[in-house]
């Protein structure tokens, strides 16, 4: 063995830069592998702004919402940094909406959290930027925002290195194996290290590792896109005046103030190709983008002006729940995944994972029995995809 940790963590995005910060700072010996530069955007958490919201259709949801809070301003403390800027934000729902906007006023209410129900001309009241049909109602919640990965991942990562973590990037972990008692983490270029425990935070690539385990996920990979705007009147859309808001509709789309000077920017979700981890372009879809315009052409036309348009993956389950567990196979192996919607949960995930990995109580966390890797959506969907 090339050396001994207490806990290596694989993959140093948003999730796994948080876990070798908590780990760390619990005082374990921690290596943190990334295969690319730190800072790369070729996976799922580089960017500049994250929508964060108390707004969901579940109260474990909105439980974990309220920690994850909670966790960015320890790490907001921890490194004098400021990741998280709160705009409000805006869940709008149309007449034919696929989602039932109530469910998040219900999830809402169950956890205590204070909202503003909107009709038609509230919202256009309060925002004159929207075109609404009729009929449109919508929740605003004061405490919504945005999270910034560039600099909470950096805080992550200069924080864990200030507890002792070695964080090592261009190094691409190959393989995780059982050896006398303890799991061993195998490099591209041969090294070989002794651990207690592997956190995979690998996103797109998680089933290269734990394919070979015995665990593959049912997983798929989507390149998504989103445009920065600059529309004609860029003051309109300063947080003090526009939050984030999601649209409830089908297609959904999503978006955001300006930020750090660049913004309006929207994005649907879910409206990419599947593609995978190492064979994506990114190259953006002009029809994508011809969506997203038509969208705002007809419900948010002052935000139109010059694109910039920058790709990312989704790597979904399908349930879009979250993945945070140990596999049954392998305890020693704990698995995150942020399916898509996970960033804003990262600080609190990193706390989550610390306490797998070291072998701590995690079922106490609001929510935790909706990420097993043995539930029955993940399951049942790879029963189906080895059956085929």
């Not at 876990?19 to 295969?35: D, F, P, T």
């Not at 050896?179 to 690539?205: I, K, P, Y």
């Amino acid at each position: 063995m090339s050396a001994s940790y207490d806990a290596i963590v694989i993959g140093l995005g948003g999730i796994g830069s948080a876990a070798a910060y908590r780990l760390a700072a619990r005082g374990a010996r921690v290596l943190g592998v990334e295969q690319f530069d730190l800072g790369h955007d070729r996976g799922a958490s580089q960017d500049e702004s994250r929508i964060i919201r108390l707004s969901y259709h579940r109260p474990e949801y909105v439980e974990l919402a309220k920690d994850a809070f909670a966790a960015w301003r320890e790490i907001e403390a921890a490194s004098g940094d400021r990741v998280l800027t709160i705009t409000g934000g805006l869940d709008l729902a149309p007449p034919d909406a696929p989602e039932q906007i109530e469910d998040y006023a219900t999830a809402m209410t169950a956890a205590g959290v204070d909202f503003d129900w909107l009709d038609t001309a509230d919202l256009a009241r309060r925002w004159p930027q929207w075109r609404l049909d009729e009929g449109t109602r919508g929740l605003f919640q004061a405490a919504a925002g945005i999270a910034d990965p560039s600099v909470g991942n950096v805080a992550h990562q200069r924080l864990a290195r200030a507890h002792g973590a070695e964080l090592v990037e261009r190094t691409k972990v190959t393989a995780i194996r059982e050896h006398r008692g303890e799991l061993a983490v195998e490099t591209a270029d041969g090294g070989r290290f002794a651990t207690g425990a592997a956190v995979v935070a690998c996103d797109a690539w998680t089933n290269d590792l734990l394919g070979p385990l015995g665990h593959p996920l049912p997983l798929r990979v989507t390149r998504e896109q989103v445009t920065w705007f600059e529309p004609a009147d860029a003051a309109a859309f300063e947080p003090g005046r526009f939050p984030i808001w999601i649209w409830l509709g089908e297609p959904s789309f999503y978006g955001f103030p300006t930020h750090r000077g660049r913004g309006p920017k929207v994005g649907q979700d879910i409206g990419g190709r599947e593609t995978t981890a190492d064979g994506r372009s990114f190259e953006p879809d002009p029809d994508y983008l011809a969506r997203v315009e038509g969208f705002l052409r007809a419900h948010l036309p002052g935000a139109l002006g010059p694109a910039r348009t920058k790709t990312c993956l989704y790597t979904l389950t399908p349930d879009r729940d979250f993945v945070l567990d140990c596999l049954p196979e392998a305890p020693g192996v704990a698995v995150a995944l942020g399916a898509a919607h996970g960033y804003k949960f990262a600080a609190l995930f990193g706390r989550l994972l610390a306490d797998l990995a070291l072998r701590h109580d995690a079922s106490r966390a609001p929510g935790a029995g909706l990420f097993s890797c043995e539930r029955p959506a993940l399951t049942a969907s790879a029963t189906n995809l080895v059956s085929r």
